[in-house]
């Protein structure tokens, strides 16, 4: 009777044991509900229409689209734009224009990136322009509502500007901004310039600074100025063109 009564006691212990370490169903709901955290690609389309008749005969169209992905250590950057446009039928806008950059993180901060960027435009007489230019990348502002990055390195550009093909060493300063305004709204502004590095008069910079807000969860309107100069233009060409630019923008 003693023995049964210690092994009921032994049995007992080992089932609180194993009671006290299994999961309960709510654990068991909220594992199985648990997945790893995700990076998911964010994408953004823009299209703007510009239709005019009468005194003037006007048509311009852009679009642009964009994607990127980040993760602590990675950032992954997918763009491309176009213009066409006619006054009077004369066209006064022809480009298409399209841009890549991978960005690895060492810190928080400090990062190494590659940067392609491709140009066909019409106007400016560029019958293709190339540019690769890997370097070195820091944030100087990381927060929820502003990002302020500066980038410097060397690369190469290949061109065709009106019949003269180049191909030349350059170096490429850049900084880029994102700013939150609101809830609803955003400010963004980039800049960089490409400067051929044996021929430092042989020069080209290009500017956007633009400003975007919700009209709902997906859809915005955006008023974006772009300015692209280049010291050297094509012959009969002139050196600044300045594009100011509005559109709907759809996310997903």
Known sequence: MQNLKRILTIIAASA??????ADTPADVATNSLAKPTQY???????AGLTIARGNSDIVL?????????????NEFMIGADGAYGKSDGVENAESLHGTGQYNHLFNDQFYGFINTDALKDGIQDIKYRVAVNPGAGYYLIKSKPTTLAAEVGPGIVTQKLGN??????????????????????RLWEKAELLTQANKTDNYYANFEIGVETAISKTLGLQLTLNDSYVN?????????????????????
Do not use: C, M
């Not at 003269?164 to 609803?184: C, G, K, M, Y």
């Not at 050297?232 to 997903?252: E, M, T």
């Open 164 to 185: 003269q093909e180049s191909t030349f060493a350059d170096i490429r300063v850049a900084e880029h901004l994102d700013q939150v305004l609101t809830a609803s709204a």
């Open 232 to 252: 050297q233009p094509a012959q009969g060409r002139k050196n600044n063109d300045i594009k100011l630019i509005g559109g709907v923008s759809y996310k997903f």
């Open 40 to 46: 998911p690609w964010v994408s953004e389309a823009t």
């Open 16 to 21: 609180g044991v194993v009671a006290a370490q």
């Open 61 to 73: 169209f852009n679009a642009k689209i964009g994607t990127q992905k980040k993760t602590p250590e």
